[in-house]
């Protein structure tokens, strides 16, 4: 499996004119090779980040990690508010303990579902299978609470390993 991720400013970026004669105008390889041509499972959300709700200059100065783990949910309506609180001040941070995570963020859908994307970068593809992943998982009392609420895309949480960067 194969993922392309975009980091963009602003998702104004989307709706630019330079942005919209590129998708409007595909080149021939576009044409042959894009992802809606040659691709079996098609997802083409765009989000917008919601933890942490800035981007800091090392961050945004960071290249890609080599791999990343992504989870793509959604949880219903009245347990939102509570789900983000434990997901920002709790779920996320207890993640960024283990070795080899470099960051954890979420995003909210503009457009697409499901609701919510979790990002995660990690130093190689098998932290996730870590002892020290697996301890998190539970160890705050109110997951066990939030997580029965959670509702996961097909192929959610799929780990993805960097080939290459542009």
């Known amino acids: 499996k194969h993922l392309a991720v975009y980091e963009l400013e602003s998702v104004a970026a989307l ?34 980040l919601i933890h942490p709700t800035t981007v800091t200059p090392p961050v945004a100065e960071s290249g890609m990690a080599p791999a990343l783990q992504l989870g793509r949910m959604d949880v219903p309506p009245e347990i939102d508010a509570d789900f983000n609180t434990w997901y920002n001040t709790i779920y996320i941070p207890n993640y960024e303990k283990v070795p080899g995570v470099i960051r954890g963020r979420r995003f909210r859908a503009v457009t697409g579902t499901p609701t919510y994307l979790t990002f995660y970068e990690f130093q190689n593809p098998k932290v996730s299978e870590s002892p020290a992943w ?31 960067s542009l």
């Open 15 to 48: 709706e630019s004119d330079a942005y919209k004669r590129v998708r409007t105008n595909p080149t021939a390889w576009t044409k042959r090779c894009s992802p809606e041509v040659i691709g079996t499972t098609y997802i083409r959300n765009v989000y917008t």
């Open 134 to 164: 697996a301890a998190q998982r539970d160890i705050a009392p109110e997951t066990q609470r939030i997580r029965p609420h959670m509702r996961h895309a097909p192929g959610s949480p799929g780990v993805y390993v960097k080939t290459f």
